[in-house]
């Protein structure tokens, strides 16, 4: 067989350190943009005041600019009255000069006349001829901006390597630069490797699947402050994966490919590098959790980091490895990761000797807030980007019991939900939770059987249970529900056999059911069964897949209900009804999103959609 | 004189009711976008998987695929044999079924063959002939992603007007999107009025300024989701300004102007709008502080925000008021703003009946975090671009007490400072306290003088003193230093009298001089009086300002450091020597940075670059 088994497996830390033995990263240099493009850039100069700002001392005030030593007596009740010799708007040189018992009329923002080191405000004057009544003394320098006040000819104002806030550009624009050096954003050549992979839009034949990772790689090479150079799919081909290596050492400053590196071709992996130049491979498998079989490799001054295909992997280690790296690069400083305690809502079983990151979502219970496993595994992409943080698990820890406090690194858009919905999956589910979502709650749909459904509303994980069940069979044993469930509303929904054949029932027919999870799984292979024998099951997480799949010709029949098949217009017979029944937890109800759900669930307008689809009732 | 003094003014919340009376921000509409260019963008459409992920149920890791109850016995002592009928790759369809006794070598990824449910792991097997030797049983489902198990065909994925993370670009990617609807940026027309402004990059003329705000904006309407259109700059005159709004209206869905709003000019931003259609001008003048010039107006269901021409008073509403209202029409939602509580570092008076909001910057002392105020005043965009946040001040306080509790909004690039520099400025700190931001400490210079330097001592809000005074006269009375300063270095620094005229003292002259604050200002005018009578003074920040003045003939003469003027090769005479002293307080010494400035201010490098300074030792 020839498969190599990972054995030599460091952890990041060592990892990097490995790296940064050979490649050090460091900005490339600089270019010159318009400060109309330098929002979010990185400073590639320092900056140091050419000119005063403000450039010559002003008026801040519409008003009258005096020698603050004429108004010192000034009150309502005892005016102080000078002669106004003259008017300065803004933008206009001031040619004359102010002697005592004098004043200027003078715009905000008009340069300060000599002689004078004060301005009184419009609204604390009157005039009378060509005199000028002041009700209030000022000191000296009130309604003033003095020159350099802002900021003085010479003063260092920001340094290199910061990254241009709004408010900086409005400085930079303020001491006169129309364009200013940047730092220059590294180029990162991706590509995917993988047999099995094609590219999104095109025809998804049989056993391929739609690559992942070149696309969320070069989303996540964006905001590391780089560019992506997008290299496609290669398949895993010694020689395909280093043309493609070659070819991205030539046109970037750091390759990334993902995929082609877990045991079954790694020995390709370590090939590829023979012959490029030093120093080649340097590290091959991480003892981290997902994400062990990474590789990463330099040639000359450019890094090749090889990352899982598995697009969780990918991403966990893009974060922990390629991310820090190339933000040296980029100048782009990380964004704060806040951290925060939660309680783990469920025990969980980790690995010795390598460090997990176990992404998790958030929920708040009563007043405190608890952490739930996201157990999507490496390959669950939708599952991940639903994560609020992770949880870092040591390596010397193999066990977090549950309610254990651990501490969660959040993501940047982490926000706890406001309603986990469980049990069974129903197409009605979704009609009423899309209105909830409408109205700004962040709802969980965990729709993965009864089992599970019940377990989470003991765990008080769960808010709303979703129980589907054959009309007429009991909901299992019903001491098993918890006595803090109110029944919220009962649907009817007619089922079918759907076909397009002539017969439904035949042997070696393949049937589009339900997953395990529907609640109508186990009662609908027992009614095949009790009209034939030898057939076979595509389970489906939805009725809109089984239909795919007898449209494809994939299955022979489908259990559908009855509104999809007559929507599709396949022929059908009566199967049976089920029972769609909502429960939610008592204390659910006095809140906010509890309000919303009773509104919608009891609402004229779900009636009227419901209505409209046949067989609901 | 017919100027106009504000009357009606609205608060915040009731400029924004007025406005949405008349127009209410909606998104535009959507537009296509390749998948590659979607990140960081607002989706446009719910998404609804079409199909199932993964699209078939496959193996996740390398091994065989196998009927998990043919391993059900297996042990380390009790192997399981089967029969190895093939091999399935990934991306290859499984033609093979699997029975009894049989497996199947499989790859990670690849599609999982009928007849099995389950995929045992290389790492736990042997090869023995054309059977496999398999040490540990197996569950079903174990080694496989499920087909539909991350996300199930017909699955509500997410819903428009979400941002699109790079989580959520790998999740398009895997459901076959090419290419995904997102929301139209709205196009935001920005110009600047006043007479008095020039464009960054053009010669700085007398009584002009370089322009901030339409850079400023143009950066914070990009940060609102927006693709801002820079107008340029109009004078004070009401067709131009009419003119510039018509243009606005004809190219942008927002239209922002600045400046021209003050009382001296409002009655022309009044007529702007007359004839343009309705409604018109809708808020004129708002009660908060900064920002009281303020108008809103709007032409049909296009809005035109009028902020004031003060750049940090513009910021400040655009803040309050613009960004609100464009964040609704990008579906861009505003970073979470994290507060803070913070003590006030010093007592402020605030203004009864206008709501202030007072920027400050953070400094930890000791456990505690104070929240210093900054006054630059509101033309001050560059110590605006230092803040770390605000305290928002309601209508009905007018003081906080020093050290009373304050909550502060933080800016997103919120960082306390590590030291504090107060006292009098001179060219020495600059090269002392670049190399420590280099390091990445930050450090805030505070030059304002010495009695401002010792209150911010004394109020243990600044960390370091420079003391720069005539050699020979004392600081000031030694009993005002706080005991527990220690003087860390004395520099002496010669200081002359140059020029470019023949004569240095004569009737008339205007002599460039450090402001107060420099220690050195009010000994360098008695100097020059005890030499002639009739004389000038221009007040500089720094000493490369005053070099300027001189040079352009703005100034006679200029009092400078030795080595600045044999830089600039201009003529000099002896004038006096000054001692710089770095005093430090105790308790910093024993810190991070207060080692790092110890090091620092000792170092033979700084020893090195201040030798190659004539006249400083």
Known sequence: MGRVVFKKLVNVEEALEALYEH?????????????????????GEDVIARIDLPPFSRAILDGYAVRAIDTSFASETNLARLKVIG???????????????????????????????????????????????????????SGIAAMGSDVYHGQFVMSEGKEITAEKVGVLAGLGYHKVDVLMRPHVAIFSTGNELIEPGEELGASKIYDVNQYSIGALVQKSGCIPIYLGIKKDKIEEIREAVVEGLRCAHVVIMSGGTSAGISDLAYKVFDGLG?????????????????????????????????????????????DPFL????GKKDEV?????????????????????????????RKALIAV??????????????????????????????????????????????????GDSSPISQII????????????????????????????????????????????????????????RNFKMKMVWASYDKEIFYPGSTFALPRIGSGLRRYAEDSIRRRVKDFDVIETWSYDAAMDLILNRRATS????????????????????????????DEVLSTRVGKRLLRRIKSKELDLTLSSLQGIS
């Open 337 to 365: 990761r806040r951290k925060l305690k939660a309680k783990l809502a469920t025990r969980h079983v980790s690995e010795r000797g390598r460090r997990e990151y176990l992404p998790v979502f958030l929920k708040h219970r």
């Open 87 to 141: 008017r300065i708007p803004a933008g206009e040189p001031p040619l004359l000069e102010v002697k005592e018992g004098e004043c200027i009329e003078i715009d905000t923002g008009a340069f300060l006349p000599r002689g004078t080191d004060a301005v009184v405000r419009v609204e604390d004057t009157s005039i009378d001829g060509d005199e000028v009544m002041i009700y209030d003394s000022v000191g000296k320098g």
């Open 327 to 330: 933000r040296v690069m980029s």
């Open 433 to 488: 939770l899309e209105e909830l979502r409408r109205s700004g709650e962040k709802v969980r749909a965990e729709f993965r059987g009864l089992e599970h459904g019940l377990t989470w509303i003991r765990d008080e994980i769960a808010d709303l249970l979703v129980v589907c069940r054959p009309e007429g069979e009991p909901i299992l044993d019903p001491s098993r529900f918890p006595s803090r469930l109110t029944n919220l």
């Open 558 to 585: 489908a259990l559908l209900p009855l509104y999809i098949a007559t929507k599709y217009g396949v022929k059908f017979i009566d199967a049976f009804s089920a029972n769609v029944r909502y429960l939610v937890c």
């Open 278 to 322: 030093g120093p080649g491979l340097i590290v091959h498998g991480i003892a981290a959790k997902p994400g062990k079989p990474t590789i990463i490799a330099a040639i000359g001054d450019k890094p090749i980091f090889g990352l899982p295909g598995f697009p969780v992997s990918a991403l966990v280690i893009y974060d922990l490895i390629v």
């Open 373 to 422: 496993p996201i157990l999507g595994g490496s390959g669950a992409i939708a599952s991940l980007s639903s994560a609020d943080g992770f949880v870092e698990i040591p390596e010397n820890v193999d066990l977090i019991e549950k309610e254990e406090t651990v501490r969660v690194d959040l993501f940047s858009d982490a926000r706890s939900a406001d309603l986990i919905a469980v």
């Open 23 to 43: 490649v050090k990263p460091h900005p490339l240099g600089v270019e010159e943009v318009e400060i109309k493009e330098a929002y979010g850039r990185i400073l």
